[in-house]
């Protein structure tokens, strides 16, 4: 079992920026992936941002140029940095590892940014 312990979030502006962090209980060093997924009500959960265990990095095209993920692997913690906020990246965000054929999920932060 992971547990993932995720912070950051709240309420933004429009142009601002946020940063999101998700710390797991223990060692991802054999992950196959961690990052961030965002789900609006009535829409299907969808990839922001993440990272493998190879080091790539993948960010999703809306973001691209605004988000940045980072990872920390010594404290087996994942940062999304989120830059030039928009309205429409409100969403609850949630931390995820994939490991062990397994996927752990955070519990989701709220994020809502504002015009």
């Known amino acids: 079992q992971v547990h993932l312990e995720e912070s950051g979030g709240g309420l933004g502006e429009a142009g601002g920026s946020l940063r999101l962090s998700c710390a797991a209980s223990r060692s991802t060093s054999n992950m196959e992936s961690m990052g961030w997924y965002r789900q609006v009500p009535g829409k299907q959960r969808e990839l922001v941002a993440a990272v493998t265990r190879t080091g790539i990095y993948h960010v999703f095209d809306a973001a691209k140029g605004r988000f940045t993920i980072s990872r920390d692997s010594a404290k087996d913690t994942v940062h999304l940095q989120m830059n030039n906020l928009e309205p429409a990246d409100t969403a609850t965000y949630y931390c995820?590892?994939?490991?062990?054929?397994?996927?752990?999920w955070g519990q989701g932060l709220q994020v809502t940014v504002s015009s």
């Open positions: 995820y590892v994939r490991m062990d054929l397994t996927a752990y």
